[in-house]
């Protein structure tokens, strides 16, 4: 498996920097090497605030797993 690292370097103002291009796209960047590891699409507010919602609905049954159910399903993955 590859491993992946989000440069999360951030610009003046406190905010992730995005270079070039695309501003509905974000660079990740290796921190140690500068290297471009991919491109994401830069969701919209209303997604975001979509995927929190279904989370934290989720989130009491993820937590009624305990320790070893987490685990165990997050090998299987």
Do not use: K
């Not at 498996?1 to 501003?23: I, L």
């Not at 209303?46 to 279904?54: K, P």
Request: a negative charge; glycine letters at 10%.
């Amino acid at each position: 498996m590859e491993r992946r690292t989000v440069d999360t370097s951030t610009g003046p103002n406190g905010a992730s920097e995005r270079t070039g291009g695309d501003p509905e796209q974000l660079e990740v960047h290796n921190p140690a090497t500068g290297e471009l590891i991919a491109t994401v699409s830069v969701d919209a507010p209303q997604a975001v605030a979509e995927t929190s919602s279904r989370l934290r609905a989720n989130q009491p049954a993820w937590e009624s797993l305990g320790i070893e159910g987490r685990y165990r399903w997050l090998g299987r993955l």
